[in-house]
């Protein structure tokens, strides 16, 4: 089943304790994307890769961290978390990186609570 | 910079009745613009895109939008809506060229009432 996996679901931590979420999509997509999700703002983007090695901001890029070594893995990394990056997190995926006309699939997101 | 307006928290209507969920844009050339859905504790879906022809697109589950140039718009419609369209609606916009992020609009919850 083509799918987009996210790790984990949920979380709560603390303050300053660096955190990880995993994604992984299973459909040799050259395009993956992070967003939050906030109650009245919608989907901001937080960074993007267009291709392995390839990753560039969005929207709201601080206090974030990517990397994309592999073309299925794309792991979103808060080096040291806040309470104001207390969200819902979707990772996305789509194939052809340059032309950016391909709808994205979802991951069923990962809510992360900042203490 | 690219942005999306979605004049409307909610939108309520009758089971059976059509439905309009509203979304103008604002981006530098010409847009790709998308409709989701998103149902409880779960990722977004997708309806429907326009690129380029045709300005009315027609999508899944008997979902179509009309894109209007002069206007900056692409509002969603449904000739009848059912109880299981209830969700959020997001709209988003990038451009053909330039950045290749998606904007995404702040999102509208369809209501249908039995």
């Known amino acids: 089943e083509a799918q987009v996996t996210q790790n984990p679901r949920y979380l709560i931590t603390v303050t300053g304790k660096k955190l990880t979420v995993t994604c992984s999509q299973n459909m040799n997509h050259e395009y993956m994307s992070w967003y939050r999700q906030d109650p009245g703002l919608g989907l901001r983007q937080i960074y993007y890769?267009?291709?392995?090695?390839?990753?560039d901001k969005g929207d709201v890029p601080e206090g974030y961290k990517v990397s994309r070594k592999e073309k299925r893995n794309f792991p979103l990394i808060l080096e040291s978390p806040s309470p104001n990056q207390t969200s819902l997190y979707f990772c996305a995926s789509s194939p052809g990186g340059g032309e950016g006309n391909q709808p994205q699939h979802f991951g069923d997101g990962t809510r992360l609570s900042i203490l | 910079a690219q942005s999306v307006a979605q004049p409307e928290d909610q939108v309520n209507v009758a089971e059976g009745n059509p439905l309009t969920v509203k979304c103008t844009y604002s981006?530098?050339?010409?847009?790709?613009l998308f409709w989701y859905v998103q149902y409880p504790n779960r990722g977004l879906q997708f309806l429907l895109k326009y690129i380029t022809g045709d300005n009315l697109v027609k999508g899944s589950y008997g979902f179509e939008a009309e894109f209007n140039k002069s206007q900056t718009s692409f509002h969603l419609k449904k000739p009848s809506a059912l109880v299981s369209d209830s969700a959020l609606y997001f709209c988003a916009v990038r451009s053909y060229t330039g950045r290749r992020a998606l904007t995404f609009g702040s999102g509208t919850r369809l209501q249908v009432q039995p």
């Open positions: 981006v530098s050339g010409n847009p790709y």
């Open positions: 890769s267009m291709n392995v090695e390839v990753t």
